[in-house]
């Protein structure tokens, strides 16, 4: 209807003035059929217009925009240095909003949102913090927003970005005040094939896995140290091996204040150097060889050579064939030897001094990282007394008669024993940490010194936390022929260990220390079940890769 008015309309005003080829109007039907044919032209002609428009759109949206500013980055052969800052995520806060930076991290989680938004959460050690990157009809592309998408979990980013606030504080991050928003995302080294676990679940609290509609996978220890790498990844090893690093920073600093020189010794010596058959024997050349069983020998040699008081960290190997627990083929010693001037209790101060000193510091400058391992696997607050507890062995032999454990007045402690002697020293004293002193002469190695006033035991003590034992150690004899003695008393051939004898005939000093089980005071300190969960790369009968 509104055409033939528009029709009529027209051919009002065109009547007068369109002729035939004789001269002659133009009849009304001939009217229509050239105004129809008028509109047919310019529908024609705006439906090409449209056409032509979405042609160009469609064209303009396969132009990409942002081309250089995402993509997989080549392999970094130190091609170029161009001394560009990249920004730690632990120095992002909101109060840097509107700053500019460049990050390097892990992509932890992604999440798309549509197509046109991509959140991220990035991941440097244990500290994370949001990004997320947002179409854009002039900076981001639909195809910068596609490649962000697709980038794999654990894969390495380069990230340009601004510091922004977020509207509500990201709590599933360590960074929750500050985000980034993402304008440049570059990939530097993209993570293949797939993944040997889920790191949230490696990550979880061990009550989780307890509840009844837990829906997710526990990663049990051993799958761990198959993909050790990997699992070092999760918030909680970075915290377990940070507390690791600080034990060893705080055993060298406080030793350094006393006086004390570290000092570095051999580990394939040729004698062993605690006797015994716990030793792994090697091949050197055309003779056999031996694993340090401990750095004994030599630091004793040294303290003979006049640097009184020394201390080593470094690796110790024990051929035990065992799957304990608290048991390695390898671990880390903190060796300490010092001279003293009158008793061998001036040694017991200085160690008593510094696990104090040690455990201290792990609360005031390791609590953030104490509280990340405790989310995960929760501990008791580890307790330790100003001065130490110091108990005779004999009197910790009558402490457990009194409370039904039968057990000789010389007889060894058995793990067993300790625990329950840990236990009972722990209602008495309310201390998680003791020393024992005087222990039977028979248990100790033929280096340690007797005890002068009660035969049958020695100059030798240990220490104990949770109830098992970190810390071996004694006096040392320091007199060439009681040391043969005392190596014939316990079937070693003096011969064997010469050159160790033969250091104390020029005239030595007395002396003492102890070695110390590293990954055994982290592991108890944490009380985290298995000594395996505090050793980079564990090493048993069993276990000798990766």
Request: proline share 4%.
């Amino acid at each position: 209807m509104a055409e033939n008015a528009a029709i009529a309309e027209v051919t009002k005003k065109v009547e007068e003035v369109i002729l035939d080829e004789h001269g002659q109007p133009l009849s009304k039907n001939a009217l229509k059929k050239l105004e129809k044919e008028k509109l047919k032209k310019e529908r024609a002609e705006k439906d090409a217009l449209a056409r032509a428009a979405q042609a160009a759109a469609k064209a303009s949206a396969t132009v990409d925009y942002s081309k250089d500013f995402y993509g997989k980055k080549a392999i970094n052969q130190s091609a170029d240095r161009p001394g560009r800052k990249h920004e730690r995520l632990t120095d992002i806060n909101a109060n840097r909003a509107g700053e500019k930076v460049w990050i390097r991290a892990r992509v932890q989680t992604s999440r798309p949102t549509g197509n046109k938004m991509c959140f991220f959460q990035f991941r440097q050690s244990s500290a994370t913090i949001q990004g997320l990157v947002v179409f854009d009809e002039t900076a981001i592309s639909k195809q910068m927003i596609k490649f962000a998408q697709n980038i794999t979990s654990e894969s390495i980013v380069l990230v340009e970005g601004t510091i922004a606030k977020p509207l509500e504080p990201v709590k599933s991050c360590t960074v929750q005040d500050a985000e980034i928003t993402i304008s440049q995302l570059f990939v530097t080294s993209e993570a293949q094939g797939r993944l040997p676990f889920n790191l949230e679940d490696a990550s979880r609290p061990e009550a989780d896995f307890e509840r009844e509609d837990a829906q997710f996978s526990k990663v049990n220890l051993h799958t761990r140290l198959e993909n050790r790498v990997f699992d070092f990844r999760t918030i909680t090893n970075q915290a377990i091996f940070r507390v690791q690093a600080g034990v060893c920073k705080l055993f060298r600093d406080f030793l350094d204040s006393k006086g004390f020189m570290e000092i570095h010794t051999p580990k394939i010596i040729g004698a062993a150097s605690e006797g015994g058959a716990n030793v792994f024997k090697v091949k050197y050349f055309d003779t056999d060889a031996y694993l340090a069983q401990s750095p004994q020998f030599y630091k004793q040699m040294v303290v003979c050579g006049d640097f009184e008081r020394v201390y080593e960290v470094g690796s110790v190997f024990r051929a035990e064939n065992s799957f304990t627990h608290r048991h390695m083929t390898e671990f880390m010693g903190l060796d300490m030897e010092m001279a003293f001037e009158e008793h061998y209790h001036e040694i017991l101060d200085v160690f008593d001094e510094l696990f104090v000193y040690i455990f201290k510091g792990l609360e005031e400058q390791y609590a953030a990282d104490l509280e990340i391992v405790h989310r995960q696997y929760p501990f008791e607050k580890f307790q330790y007394l100003p001065k130490t507890l110091r108990l005779e062995y004999k009197d910790a032999v009558a402490l457990l008669r009194e409370n039904g454990v039968e057990m000789g007045d010389f007889d060894d402690l058995s793990t067993e024993t300790e625990r329950k002697l840990g236990q009972l020293v722990k209602e008495k004293y309310h201390t998680d940490f003791f020393m024992l002193d005087k222990f039977p002469l028979a248990v100790r190695p033929f280096y340690t010194m007797p005890d002068p006033k009660n035969p049958g035991y020695s100059n030798s003590y240990d220490f104990f936390m949770r109830g098992e034992e970190i810390l071996s150690g004694a006096q040392r004899i320091h007199d060439a022929e009681l040391l043969i003695e005392r190596a014939k008393a316990h079937e070693v051939d003096p011969e064997s260990v010469k050159h160790y004898v033969d250091a104390f005939r020029m005239g030595a000093p007395p002396h003492g220390g102890g070695g110390i089980g590293l990954e055994r005071v982290i592991f108890f300190y944490l009380n985290l079940g298995n000594i395996r969960r505090v050793s980079m790369f564990p090493r048993d009968p069993k276990r000798l890769f990766p």
